[in-house]
């Protein structure tokens, strides 16, 4: 009888550190994953604020008007919002 439950324990035990091996396997995978979508995210608004500002310094008044266009856009947007 005794043999059984420390055999079931034993067995158990086992279960359990590898469960947490797995565990601590699918953390440590899904940590660098998101390491890595940060590098990426990163790169990507670096790359996109290094083409805006070269396109600004391109098109200085288009870059103006598109700039006042989007404000005037928006500015009507939230006066009708205002008013429902």
């Given at each position: 009888m005794k043999a059984n439950v420390l055999k079931d324990a034993a067995k158990t035990g086992e279960r359990v550190v590898e469960r947490f091996t797995a565990s601590k396997e699918a953390v440590s995978d899904a940590w660098d994953d998101t390491r890595h979508?940060?590098?990426r995210t990163r790169r990507t608004i670096r790359d996109l604020l290094?083409?805006?500002?070269?396109?600004?310094?391109?098109f200085p008044i288009r870059s103006v008007?598109?700039?006042f266009g989007a404000g005037a856009?928006?500015?009507i947007l939230i006066?009708?919002?205002?008013?429902?």
């Open positions: 979508f940060v590098h290094g083409e805006a500002k070269y396109n600004i310094k391109r008007a598109l700039a856009v928006i500015g006066s009708r919002n205002r008013k429902s």
